[in-house]
């Protein structure tokens, strides 16, 4: 009896799939918003309104937010609520210097460990240089990502390849604020052409530096654009 009553009280105390489901789903839909700039930096994500908008309860609204704010995305303020996180020069720099050590790193275990498709990267830089050339900035984005998902999936080290590809997730709202200029198509394509070439070539230690390379260029042209004023205004 005892056994069947601690049961009956597990299962009481877990939520039902179904809502679980759903809080992945929003979780899933608000954090494409904000990585997207969708929902722009310092705007609200009031629960009531969030709700009415994404035609689900307070509940799961309020766990999906909870979680955002785990990874950094969202933020509760007194007699606010939640916000997106804001971006700052001092985030942006931490973001950048912190993936320059931890996405360079990882660069390394994968060439190292022979852990890439590089067929598969090849794919996706020729790709990605004609969507930047292009100025397909949709296409541009996801490949962009695909490309750095691709350098960093190292298998022997998961953690490091955890905390490289939430970095990514973290610098891409920087990026997507603001797309690449015409004139820089070139540069990018040489910065990812650099890494590709390394990997491609099992070059380990050529990787590393050219992965710091592309992270000293990156960092300097979002300072210099992201705090000149160059936003789009909140609508």
Known sequence: MATQENRRQRERAQPPLATVSLVDT????LRREILEGIQRPGSSLSVSATSTRLEVSAVPIREA????EGERLVRFEPNIGAIVAPISREDLRDVY???????????????ETDAVDKLHLREVFDE??????????????ALHREFHQLI???TTQPRLNSM???LLDASDRYLRLVPGLPSE??????????????????DAESAYAASVRHMDYSLERLETRNFAHQFPPLS
């Open 26 to 29: 929003v979780h899933a839909q």
């Open 65 to 68: 937010l909870r979680r955002l």
């Open 97 to 111: 210097e912190t993936r320059r050590i931890v996405e360079a790193g990882a660069i390394r275990v994968v060439v």
């Open 128 to 141: 990605m240089s004609e969507a930047y050339h292009d100025l397909n900035h949709v296409s541009a984005y």
């Open 152 to 154: 960093v999936a190292t």
């Open 164 to 166: 490289a590809r939430s």
């Open 185 to 202: 198509a070139d540069v990018l394509v040489k910065l990812h052409g650099d890494i590709a070439e390394a990997v491609l070539n099992s």
